[in-house]
């Protein structure tokens, strides 16, 4: 018996191994062959992203309805991917328009298997949202008023999301099959060699000897991981199982400890050179060089996180938080060993994309082949191909599952923009934002940023931020903001409901981490968050901050106003010991410095 389940778990392994070497594969390929019909690479994406969710992401407490629903599901997705893939010129010419029981079945089937893959990977709101937008789009005309529109066909309205380009298979899903998947490629292979190490022993070497170290080493390492992850949670859970810890064992409050993994971990989704799946969807929208989105974010990112580093400080004045201790902190000569295993992917990256100006993905591309290349040697520089092919193996299945969790995100947020295109509710919504806000810029701000945190209470940042960015992008830019004005402003407040209560999902992570009162977690994470909420209005009444790449001057004069204000700002919030009266003067001064535009 043993050896009988031995030799099924070598067999499952062998086909998990096999999938990933054929998903990643796909996705590089992809770099190199040229152009491949739309509705044939974004199809095989799903085809591809089907296994991991409902065959590979099986809970083995699950219930047997949903097992067997999954697998039902997975061989309809399957079958509906691969008709699409072989008949692609032949429904290229009915113009999203279904013909036949056969294709209504292959509809169904994809719509079922998308909405089921997004629950199963981020639960149920982003599923919910798409499936009331799909009764919206069906059944809307019998809404009276305004927000009803005109009966669409059935054949037209299941077509156009299916076997056209204007829902699940429209340009949301090709960023995640052309871009997303090929830089969660090289994040992996980054991470599962030593670069995560690298990050976390540089972070100490330059943090770990000031006051508050361990915290501010946190804010570096969650600094460099977070801007390859692109999640927040993953960032957590991941620098926050060292840093955690060693801020506890050093004294810190385990509420303060958990708070600054939290907010830093959901500053690395902001931070460039990658800034998670959100830039590169941003530049696919807004049709700009990805490059402009890295100048754009810099700046303000680099803000979120001095104001971080600000409120830590005065944080280790209050609570006499000192150094780490020098056994913890690594040796200079690791730290050279190791520096490399970062620093030769990214250099090659950034030379590629902005030196050379190549696309992001060939670019990635090249980084991956020297990321996989350093898998050879461990961090003494020796040689082993039994590492080698160990780590290679788990970075391809790393790698595929998080394709497959962006995938889902990405290709279900595609029907709730399919059905907003197709109703045109997007513009009426739109029109009632502008009624509302009454031709005042901060009450349309004031609103899209509540309607971000709402819909971001159980959505991915990424899907947040498509959707709210389709429906308020349109109003931000009537009150004048340029158009990546709006779309940063959107994607900033897409990130609030991972620090702000009630759903706060790091904040969770990080006290269950540190054994903390997560509503203590929550408080100070909002203190030291304070620049999540201030940096994004701070770029519409400064919009010199975001434009580096074109007013160098003003946008850095910009940017050290905003950095003393948030400094004031970040002083009276975290220093309780002063007297409310001046704590109150530094708000308002630091409000004052913040929002004074340079003319």
């Keep these: 018996m043993i050896q009988n389940n031995s030799r099924l778990l070598s067999i499952k392994f062998l086909a998990v191994t096999f999938l990933a070497f054929i998903t990643v594969g796909f996705h590089i390929y992809l770099i190199f062959t040229g152009l491949m019909p ?59 328009s279904l013909e036949g029981y056969l294709q209504y079945f292959v509809a169904l089937s994809l719509i079922l298997s998308v909405l089921e893959m997004a629950r199963r990977a981020i639960k149920l709101a982003l599923p919910l949202t798409a499936t009331i937008a799909l009764a919206y789009g069906l059944w809307g005309h019998y809404i009276p008023g305004n927000f009803g529109h005109q009966e669409i066909p059935m054949d037209s309205f299941f077509g156009t999301l299916v076997i056209a380009e204007g829902g699940i298979f429209g340009a949301l899903t090709g960023v995640s099959v052309n871009v997303v998947a090929v830089f969660v490629i090289l994040g992996a292979f980054v991470g599962i060699g030593e670069g995560g190490n690298a990050f976390m022993s540089l972070s100490t070497k330059i943090a770990g ?24 949670s993953a960032n957590v859970a991941s620098t926050g ?14 509420s303060l400890a958990g708070a600054t993994e939290a907010v830093a971990s959901t500053g690395g989704q902001i931070m460039p050179p990658l800034m998670g799946a959100g830039a590169f969807i941003m ?47 690594p040796k200079l000569n690791l730290v050279l060993k190791l520096a490399p295993f970062f620093l030769i992917p990214f250099g090659i990256l950034l030379y590629a994309l902005i030196i050379v100006g190549k696309t992001p993905q060939y670019s ?14 461990n961090r003494d520089w020796k040689i ?54 009454n031709g005042q810029l901060f009450v349309a701000l004031l609103l899209t940023a509540v309607a971000c945190l709402i819909l971001g209470m159980e959505v991915p940042t990424t899907a947040a931020y498509i959707i709210c960015v389709s429906i308020a992008g349109p109003t931000l830019q009537e009150y004048g903001l340029s158009a990546i004005q709006a779309h940063l402003f959107v994607f900033w407040f897409a990130l609030l409901s991972t620090i702000t209560p009630p759903v706060c ?59 003393v204000g948030l400094g004031l700002l970040s002083n009276a919030l975290v220093n309780d010991k002063q007297k409310a009266v001046l704590r109150v003067g530094l708000v308002l001064l630091g409000l004052i410095t913040i929002f004074f535009p340079f003319q």
Excluded at 224 to 232: L, M, R, V, W
Excluded at 527 to 549: C, M, R, S, T
């Design 38 to 96: 739309n509705l044939v690479s974004r199809p095989l994406h799903l085809a591809l992203v089907l296994p991991w969710i409902f065959l590979l992401s099986q809970d083995e407490e699950s219930s047997r309805l949903s097992k067997y629903g999954g697998y039902i599901l997975l061989v309809c997705g399957l079958f509906s991917s691969l008709y699409i893939v072989f008949n692609y010129s032949v429904l290229e010419d009915q113009y999203g």
């Design 209 to 232: 000897r000031l006051r508050g170290g361990a915290a501010k080493v946190s804010v570096l390492a969650s600094a460099f991981f977070g801007s390859i992850s692109g999640s927040a």
């Design 384 to 437: 082993s191909f039994k590492e080698f092919i160990e780590k290679f193996v788990d970075g391809c299945i790393t790698a595929s599952r998080q394709i497959a969790s962006i995938a889902s995100v990405i290709i279900c947020a595609g029907i709730v923009i399919g059905v907003l295109n197709i109703t045109g509710i997007g513009v009426k919504i739109t029109s009632a934002i502008l009624y509302l806000s």
């Design 283 to 329: 530049a696919e929208l807004l049709g700009v060089p990805y490059a402009k989105i890295m100048a754009t974010a810099i700046f303000p990112a680099i803000l979120f996180f001095v104001t971080v580093w600000i409120g830590i400080d005065v944080f280790a004045k209050k609570y006499n938080l000192l150094a780490m201790d020098k056994e913890d902190i």
């Design 364 to 377: 990635a591309a090249l980084a991956i082949f020297a990321s996989i290349i350093l898998l050879l040697v």
């Design 505 to 563: 999902g790091t904040v969770f992570i990080a006290s269950g981490i540190a054994q903390a009162n997560w509503i203590e977690v929550a408080g100070k994470s909002m203190k030291l968050g304070i620049g999540l909420y201030i940096v994004p209005l701070a770029f519409v009444v400064n919009p010199f901050l975001i434009e580096p790449d074109t007013n160098f001057l003003y946008a850095f004069l910009s940017f050290i106003k905003i950095a």
């Design 241 to 254: 199982a060292f840093t955690i810890p060693t801020m506890k064992r050093l004294k810190y409050p385990a």
